[in-house]
């Protein structure tokens, strides 16, 4: 165990120190493939980009069990200053998919060596996560016809969860995310005679306070929802009125529904108030990542095989309103995605100084190998 620890841990500072953006990934997914291919596996590489599939087969059984890790980093600077640190400035591994990628390729070592299961293990490292592009990606180069699986299994570091924790949960437990921008146009103007033009600044401001009733006075109190305004951008100077503004956001939601609602009150209020000040309102809203929805029964039986390697499992804690493009791939084949701890300590993910855990990477490998082998059991029938 502790070769494996070492050796992980090698994986994982070396990934960590040549971080690449998504579909961008050709070192990353050279060293999984080689890595791989090095322990006997039967190794597929681009895969929808960048993405790499390998297989596993033991005994008889014609089950197949997926196990999902990504490999693309963000584009942030950064400032961890560790003897690790990322070697390509502005891009860093923020989100700990260096971390996900080693906890995998340690399960692949262990399973390869020592077996302990009856079926086909299929590790898939998918390109661009961050931006919800690498999963879909896969699956339009075919991914499920040509390395069919019968369930599929993700998991994700958690900052401010001990290390050898777990939470997941049956349903929803991550968001849709949807996002819009609402562009206003007046006429702009010398800031000292507003009355001869149609400034924007004014009902752009009124737009943004106006958007925050969807959730508390449109949505259903039962549903969850948020709607955040993240950007407001105007053409205007400080001694000249805006004639364009552009206001810009994020809306998170578990149900369609929801998300329906949220773009029919958006364009509803963002008309209202341009009819309201004599401007003009264009929106535009589109859907990024789809709510991830646990198979109710697998994510029990994660919870039990999560329960064998962990110090403590939650296998009913909260949804989260972030988004993860592993629901991709429970559009086709059902699955349980889960959080494994990064520590009390961690930065949160997508801080500059942010870094993933070394001490939690053998429990990453392990949860990946004990669902493998509870799914792909010897024993059953
Ligand atoms: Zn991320
Ligand atoms: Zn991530």
């Not at 980093?73 to 700990?96: D, F």
């Not at 508390?216 to 305004?229: E, N, Q, T, Y």
Request: glycine share 10%; net charge negative.
């Amino acid at each position: 165990m502790k070769d494996l620890i070492e050796r992980m841990t090698g994986w994982r500072r070396d990934l960590h120190r040549h971080p690449e953006f998504g579909f961008e990934e050709q070192r990353t997914a050279r060293f999984v493939a080689d890595t791989l291919r090095d322990m006997g596996l039967d190794v597929a590489e681009g895969i929808g980009g960048t993405g790499v599939v390998a297989t596993l087969q033991r005994g008889t059984s014609n089950r197949a069990i997926a196990l999902r890790a990504d490999m693309d980093a963000l584009r942030i600077t950064e400032t961890t200053e560790s003897e690790w640190a990322s070697t390509s400035p502005g891009t860093m591994h923020a989100c700990g998919h260096d971390g996900h990628t080693s906890c995998l390729l340690g399960a692949a070592r262990i399973l390869a060596q020592e077996g302990g299961f009856d079926g086909t293990v299929r590790f898939i490292f998918q390109p661009a996560e961050e931006w919800g592009q690498g999963a879909q990606a896969m699956i339009d180069d075919g991914l499920i016809d040509r390395f069919p699986f019968d369930e599929i299994y993700g998991l994700h570091n958690m900052p401010g969860l001990p290390v050898g924790h777990v939470q997941t949960r049956p349903g929803a437990i991550m968001s849709a995310e949807d996002i819009f921008e609402i562009e206003l146009t007046g006429l702009g103007g010398h800031a000292s005679r507003p009355h001869a033009g149609r400034e924007v600044m004014t009902p752009a401001c009124a737009l943004v306070l106006e958007l925050q009733t969807i959730v508390s006075r449109r949505v259903d109190p039962g549903d969850i929802a948020v709607v955040s305004v993240t950007e407001l951008l105007t053409d205007g100077v400080r001694n000249a009125l805006p004639g364009k503004a552009r206001v810009m956001g994020d809306a998170r939601s578990f149900r369609p529904e929801v998300s329906a609602l949220i773009e029919a009150e958006m364009r509803r209020i963002a008309s209202g108030i341009a009819l309201g000040h004599g401007v003009e309102a264009h929106v535009t809203y589109s859907r990024e990542f789809v709510p991830l929805l646990n198979d109710p029964e697998l994510a029990t039986a994660f919870g039990e095989a999560a329960a064998q390697v962990s110090a403590a499992v939650d296998a009913n804690a909260p949804a989260i309103t972030a988004s993860e493009d592993f629901a991709r791939f429970l559009a086709h084949v059902r699955g349980c995605f889960a959080f494994f701890g990064n520590g009390e300590d961690s930065a949160p993910l997508h801080n500059p100084g942010y870094d993933f855990n070394d001490a939690s990477l053998l429990h990453g490998a392990c949860l990946h190998v004990e669902i493998a082998r509870q799914r792909l059991s010897e024993r059953s029938v």
